[in-house]
Structures are given as C-alpha cells and as structure tokens.
C-alpha cells in the first residue's frame, strides 16, 4: 500500500509530527523518525544499531539537520523541537508531499527548488542511507547542507551532559561507538555542537523529555541553476560499502518478494505481510530467527512470539522461519516451561510464562496443519510430551494441574499470564488461580497431543481420558449462565466474574470446549462489552474497577494497562471467532470484512503501515504503547488470511480470480 500525507494533514508543527515511519534490517536494528522527519522520542533514531542481534541496541545516528540555501537565503528541510529555548526547525512549512510504500519519500518544494529525500535500511547490517534529488529551477546557484546528529548511547537513552566526541577520516567515535559517514558529497569535519531536543511523544509518558545530540561534521553539494543533482548518505556501524541507490533498491526489491511469497490478496493483507517482516530477526545467541514484541520498547519475549508468530509467519508462507523460531524455543525448554525473556550475554533465559509453553503446543499443531511436516512434529514431540508432563505434575510459579484437571497459575507477586503488570507490591490485575485462557489453551494441548501422537504412532497415553475430564471440568466452572460468558478466573476473589477479553480465546484454540450455543454467546458478550473498531477492552466498562484512558507516568499507565485498555491483538480472535460462530459463510465474510475497514485508518495513523499495542478504551482514537506490535500485526494477517480462505471456497470451480 502507499501512504500519503500532503499539507492539509501537517497544517502544524505537532501534526506534522504526530506520526512516524520505522524501517528495520533483521537484526533488531532500526530507522525510525516522525513523518516530518525528525525525532519525537527518545527511542526515535535514523540509525538504531543491534550490536548484537537483536536486543543489545545503540542510537548511533539520531537525525539530520537539513538547510536549502538559495544563494544567501537559508531554508530549513529539517523538523525538529528542541528545549531550553532553542528555536525549532519548521522544514515541514515546505513540505509538500509524504510518501511510504517500501520506503518513506518526502518531496518539498522551496522557492523554485525541488528536493526530494528518500530513507532505507539495509538487509542484515547496520546501515541507514538518505538519498536526496535537488532539482534546481532557479537562475542562482543552490546549496544542500546536511548535519548528521549522533548519540553512541543504549537505545533510548536521554543523556543531559555533554560527552565526547571526535571524528578521523569518515569515522565519528561517539561516546566510545563507532559511526562511519560514506557520501558522495563535500565531507567536512566542524567542531562539536551540541543540541538539547525536545520530545513531545515522551512527555506526557513521564519518560525523558529532552536529551542532548551532538555533531562533528557536515555534507554538503552544490547544484547550478537549471540542474538536478543527487547527493546520498550512508550511516553505519561498520564502513558498510552500498551506495544509498542500492539500498533503497534492495528495500524495494525485498518487500516485492515479502508480497509474493505472502500470496495474500487483500492490499492490507499485503501491507501487514511487509509489516510483520519488521519483527523477524536474528537471534546471535541461538543461530536461529527469533519474533521482536514490539517497536521501540520491547524485545523478544516467548509469549508474544508464540502467539504473534501464526499470523506473522504460517499466514506468510514463511515456514522456514517458523520452524527456526520454534525450534530455538523447543531446544531452550526447562522444567516445561520455555523461555518469556532471552536476556543477552551470559545471563540465563527467563521463564516466569505460564501461557508460552502451552502456545507452542498449539503453534506446532498449527505448523504441522500447514506444512505436513510431520518430521519436525517427531523431533519436537518429546519436548512437547515434556510440558505436559510438567503442567500435571507442577513446576515453577505455582504452575499445576488441579484434581478437576484444571491448571492453576501464580503466587505470590510471580503475575504468569499475559496481564501481568506489577506495580511495587501491587498487582492491579491479580489473575492467581485458574485462568480461563490457559486452561482452553490446555485442553487444547491434550488434544493435540492425542491427535498427534495418532498421526506419529506414538503412545496416546490417557490425553484424550484428561482432555474429557478438563472440559467437563471447565464447562462447569467457567460458565455463567446469568451472564452468558465464561469466567475469567477461578480464584475465589471478586476477579472471578470480571467480564475480560481473555474468554474469546475458548472459542478460537484449534479445539475448543463449548457448545456452539455458548461460543456464540461468549462472542456476543465480548461484542456488548469488550469489542471496539480498534481493540478489544480488557476489562468491562460497567465494572468498577474499569480505566477508560492509558496516560501519564508508568504508575498510571500500569493501574490502566489491563483494566480497561483496547488491546489490537485480541480484535484478531474475536473476528476469527465470529467468522467460527456463523459457520464461515460467505455472509460472515463479508460482515468481517465491513469491520476491518478501520484497520487500514489504523495503518495511517501512529507507525505508517503498522498497528500499535494499545488504544484507550475510553473513544479509542491515538494509538499508545509499543507503536509498532507482532502480535496485533500477526493476529490481524490471521483473519485476512481467513477471509481469503472462505472467499476462495465461494468461487466456482476454475474461477482464478
């Protein structure tokens, strides 16, 4: 898809910026800037290096600075806020045009000058290139001036004193980081500035406000009058040798075969296949393809791969990086659990997740349903026999199997299922007990275990006996019959009868426990309370503990974050379930297909051409959190992917529309 912004949507400075683009290289680095080309976060950056991939990240290249001179009148290209009284750069009062489609293009029109400026990432190394055609119309010489602005500090890092900075040759050192310059323009070093910006998007969020960038050096090219010249740049951690022509060609080229290997018709089908390339990377650790949570802030976490790596991979033809994915997590299993956090260098892997092992249960089933690879389904199956054994028997973070079958979670502060935020000594969403997600994500393991084992010619064991038993257990404990919805968690507590988002995942698991009575109820709850365009709330408005907005310092966020918050990457399961709830008719379709209509609003908004985490529950309108998410992004690519699939089976017979 192309995006397009013109003047009438960046009528002012905070407008202009209101959103951003993010290109990324499959190592965890990444480019990321406002629309009007300049950082509105700390997290912002031209060049955001993976040292090592993908999580050990420094901000080497922040941003340019950007003056036309048309002979001795200057003009600012250039966007930028900075703090203490510094004057802002205003570039996008000439800024005619915004374009992203593979790459982000921006054309301004100064006086008789056109310059049009385009950015790309490179493919497996850490490199951004800018690329600028100056078409000169005037009968006077023009000059374009570029200052790049370094940091060398951890990703969003915010540093307030001054450090040091020195620059040999084409190398900048930057607080001990290494920044190559390579361009086909005039290099000269200067003395060191530094400027303090200003960041509106991190404000309000009781982040960092402002941080100091500094500068060495400058670029610039000279264009007669009546010629067009093309001056590039190319930023990296290591002298990389590509012109900015060729990396913005291989951009393009790499997002075509993302298209065509995605084999999606849909143009949003196929603008959320180029968005979930952003998050596959490389894991160094493991020589394998790991899943990153989410654009700036988070890494790669075993649930959020689990459930974000369906629709990011299986619904993309990507199988091969599905399978490498699933088997650095089944070689990394312990005690049945697999790992929620790969910290990087020699600390150990974290598995404080109750969901991620029962996930891979699920997403293996799914793997093996799509690719027949049931070679892989042997090699993974005593990892798999692993985990349920451990969930019967018990292991960490009160994880265990109940007498009725059921599987209990948590104790103490230990927060085990995806609403896990913790503030001190306080658990705003105490979920310890019996949650109903995790146990239809159970049910649906035992199943698939006995289906499995069948198909392998294995030992079946008593899977299917359990399997029985939970769902009679569940269907007894869960159901509120007054309500017409499932529990959201057996615990004894007020929690218990919380109308939640988590339920809608009883009716989607590849095997499910309800009637279809109950599973059309349970969507019909979930739509009268839950559902909005954007997300599906986590908590019912009519409840009392209900937080319609997600704003202010952590504190405030995290008191909101699961208690009322519209999640994007649930919407994707309750479509998935209405489509099941009416028999995936051609009538559903298209009913699904009226809904999603805001989702390609979504895609304008926020991360060009991506979806966020969160919205406020409360008139979800501007997306917040995590700017770019995988599993909003992957669960969304599942309901076009299924959308497709029904469409398909409506045509007539050797009809290749």
């Known amino acids: 898809m192309k995006f397009i912004y013109g003047r009438p949507d960046m009528p002012t400075l905070r407008r202009a910026q209101e959103n951003c683009f993010l290109l990324t290289n499959g190592l965890g680095g990444y480019a990321a800037l406002s629309a009007a080309f300049s950082m509105t ?372 502060l230990d927060q085990v299922t995806w609403m896990d935020v913790r503030v001190g000594e306080i658990l705003p969403t105490p979920r310890h007990g019996k949650p109903v997600e995790i146990n239809a994500y159970w049910y649906s393991a035992l199943k698939i275990m006995d289906a499995l084992a069948g198909e392998l010619g294995m030992d079946r064991e008593d899977y299917a006996t359990l399997a029985d038993q939970v769902r009679e257990a569940f269907c007894h404990a869960f159901w509120m019959k007054k309500e017409r919805c499932l529990r959201d968690v057996i615990s004894g507590t007020k929690a218990d009868n919380q109308i939640r988002c988590n339920q809608i995942w009883a009716v989607t698991m590849p095997f499910t426990m309800l009637s279809p009575r109950q599973e059309q109820q349970v969507v019909d709850a979930v739509y009268a309370h839950l559902y909005t365009p954007c997300g599906l709330r986590t908590l019912s408005p009519d409840d009392g503990q209900y937080h319609g907005v997600y704003k202010g310092v952590q504190r405030e966020r995290d008191m909101a974050y699961h208690q009322g918050t519209a999640w994007v990457f649930p919407l994707g399961a309750y479509y998935l379930a209405y489509l099941k709830t009416h028999g995936n008719t051609a009538e559903a379709a298209q009913t699904v297909r009226e809904a999603l209509i805001p989702v390609e609003a979504a895609l304008r908004e926020g991360c060009i051409g991506q979806l966020p985490e969160i919205y406020d529950g409360e008139a979800p309108s501007h997306s917040r959190g995590c700017f770019a998410q995988a599993w909003s992004v992957g669960e969304m690519l599942r309901v076009y992917e299924a959308l497709q699939e029904i469409e398909n089976a409506q045509q007539p017979e050797g009809d290749d529309q």
Not at 142 to 166: N, Q, S
Not at 216 to 244: F, N, R, Y
Not at 371 to 389: M, N, S, Y
């Open 41 to 412: 976060r700390g997290d912002h950056g031209l060049l955001v290096s993976a040292r090592t991939a993908p999580n050990d990240r420094v901000t080497l290249a922040a941003r340019l600075q950007e003056k036309l001179m048309i002979g001795t009148n200057g003009y600012f290209l250039s966007t930028q806020e900075f703090a203490d009284g510094q004057a802002a750069e205003e570039g996008y009062l000439r800024l005619s045009s915004v374009q992203v489609e593979d790459t982000p293009r921006w054309v301004y029109d100064v006086r008789g000058v056109r310059v049009v400026r385009e950015a790309a990432m490179g493919r497996g190394v850490n490199a951004s290139a800018v690329q600028y055609t100056v078409e000169n119309r005037t009968d006077i010489p023009c000059t374009l001036r570029i200052r790049p602005y370094v940091l060398g500090f951890e990703k969003g890092h915010a540093p307030l004193e001054k450090w040091l900075i020195t620059m040999e040759g084409r190398r900048i050192t930057t607080n001990g980081q290494q920044l190559f310059v390579r361009t086909n323009g005039v290099l000269t070093q200067e003395e060191p500035c530094f400027d303090m910006a200003s960041y509106m998007h991190d404000a309000p969020d009781g982040r960092p406000e402002k941080g100091l960038l500094a500068s060495i050096c400058s670029v610039h090219l000279q264009v007669l009058p009546g010629k067009t010249e093309t001056l590039w740049i190319v930023l990296s951690d290591d002298d990389c040798a590509m012109t900015a022509e060729e990396m913005i060609a291989g951009q393009k080229q790499y997002m075509h075969s993302i298209r065509r290997t995605a084999a999606l018709r849909d143009p949003v089908a196929q603008q959320l296949a180029c968005a979930a390339d952003a998050y596959i990377a490389e894991r160094a650790s493991t020589g394998g393809k790991t899943i990153l949570a989410g654009y700036p802030f988070f890494g790669d976490w075993g649930r959020d791969t689990m459930i974000a790596l369906t629709g990011c991979t299986l619904s993309t033809g990507r199988y091969d990086d599905a399978k490498s994915i699933l088997r650095t997590f089944l070689q990394y299993e312990k005690d049945g659990l697999v790992p929620n956090l790969f910290p990087e260098g020699t600390q150990e892997p974290m598995y404080n997740t109750v969901d991620a092992a029962l996930l891979l249960v699920n997403v293996m089933w799914l793997y093996v349903r799509k690719t027949g690879d049931t070679d892989f389904a042997r090699e993974a199956w005593p990892v798999l026999k692993r985990i349920v054994q451990a969930y019967r028997r018990g292991t960490h973070h009160g994880i265990y199997m109940d007498r009725d079958g059921l599987i209990c979670a948590g104790q103490g």
